[in-house]
């Protein structure tokens, strides 16, 4: 059998959007399925691959941009900081 192929390499544009302006909000990237939590995201914070605290001056988006492998997954989820 051949070998497998090398993974390519995906840039993933991620657009947080309905955001309030002057609200502390957190993005949550996860890697895997089981990691995302049901509820309590903030609290589960750990479960999380990466983590951005995100504060808008103007604006209700925010974009984020990463390069992932193509056998990689990312779940993404974003929260209000003062959520539990």
Do not use: C, H, K, M
């Not at 390499?9 to 502390?24: C, M, R, W």
């Not at 939590?37 to 479960?47: G, L, V």
């Not at 605290?53 to 990312?74: F, K, P, W």
């Amino acid at each position: 059998t051949p070998p497998p192929s090398p993974a390519a390499e995906d840039i993933l544009t991620v657009t947080v959007s309905g955001l309030q302006p002057g609200v502390d909000y957190r993005l949550y990237r996860y890697d895997r399925l089981a990691a995302v939590p049901d509820r309590r995201f903030n609290a589960a914070a750990s479960s999380a691959a990466r983590t951005w605290d995100l504060r808008l001056s103007t604006g209700t988006s925010y974009v984020v941009r990463e390069t992932l492998r193509s056998d990689e997954i990312a779940v993404y989820r974003a929260v209000r900081a003062a959520a539990p």
